[in-house]
């Protein structure tokens, strides 16, 4: 998990820079959709394997 750090920033600047121009905003504003969606979902995720404890 702490290399993702390090790798998303890198990833999405290189991403932004392979764009077309006219798209760079629609394309910055479908990787933070995509990121927060990633985040929800691991969210129910995670949730279902919920007992009461601290570990899930």
Same mark, same amino acid.
Request: glycine share 30%.
């Given at each position: 998990m702490s290399?993702? *750090?390090l790798l998303f920033?890198?990833?999405t600047s290189e991403s932004m820079f392979s764009a077309?121009?006219?798209?760079?905003?629609?394309?910055?504003?479908?990787? &933070?959709v995509v990121q927060y969606a990633c985040g929800a979902a691991?969210?129910?995720?995670?949730?279902?394997? *919920?007992? &009461?404890?601290l570990l899930p």
């Open positions: 290399t993702l *750090g920033g890198g990833l077309p121009e006219e798209v760079m905003g629609t394309a910055s504003a479908l990787l &933070g691991a969210g129910v995720v995670l949730s279902l394997f *919920g007992n &009461g404890g």
